[in-house]
């Protein structure tokens, strides 16, 4: 926005290369990969959250110097532009944080609370044969495996304690015990 003959306002301020002004808005780069989740584009999805992932920026020394925030927050935005280039900014912003899980836990992971049920629609990258969670409903646990399958007609299945659920969804009940859910996700959905 520093040759525009329009003016489009306080990004400007910014120079080139920071936040939305040409630099990676991490809003904007969660909610691109909760896209690719949603269109079932689990290989995409996974490459471009290990690129966002805040942890992937301190694995080497080299990394910690470009990156120069923490690398266990999640930064708004990271610079695009030299002297700055890939060096995090707006660290422990709790908006990018508040996508960030979501994207994780909801997009990825495919676990949404809506009131008394549990939706399930992982979209698992094809390395991870399965992974488990266990879920605490008030004074019930649900024992929850999400695992890669063998192709079939419905691209999940999700039983809980043996019983097929139709609609990939878990009644939550507070019957203060324990239930086994399984979640089968088929290859042809799971490998993109």
Do not use: K
Not at 3 to 27: D, F, K, L
Not at 29 to 56: S, T
């Amino acid at each position: 926005f520093d040759h525009s003959a329009q003016h489009p306002g306080y990004i400007r301020g910014y120079v080139p290369g920071v936040r939305e002004n040409g630099g990676q808005y991490t809003h904007g780069a969660i909610w691109a990969v909760m896209a690719f989740a949603a269109l079932g584009d689990a290989q995409r999805a996974w490459d471009l959250m290990d690129m966002i992932n805040p942890v992937n920026h301190g694995r080497t020394a080299q990394g910690i110097a470009i990156y120069r925030v923490e690398p266990y927050v999640v930064a708004a935005d990271v610079y695009a532009m030299a002297p700055h280039t890939g060096r995090g900014g707006w660290s422990w912003y709790t908006g990018s944080a508040g996508w960030m899980y979501r994207l994780i836990v909801e997009s990825l992971l495919g676990v949404e609370l809506a009131e008394d049920t549990l939706r399930l629609s992982p979209c698992l990258p094809a390395g991870w044969s399965q992974f488990r969670l266990h879920y605490r409903y008030r004074d019930t646990v649900y024992h929850i495996t999400v695992a890669h399958a063998v192709a079939a007609e419905r691209p999940f299945t999700v039983s809980v304690d043996g019983a097929l659920q139709l609609d990939n969804a878990i009644a939550l009940v507070n019957d203060h015990g324990e239930h086994v859910v399984e979640v089968l996700v088929h290859a042809a959905t799971a490998v993109q």
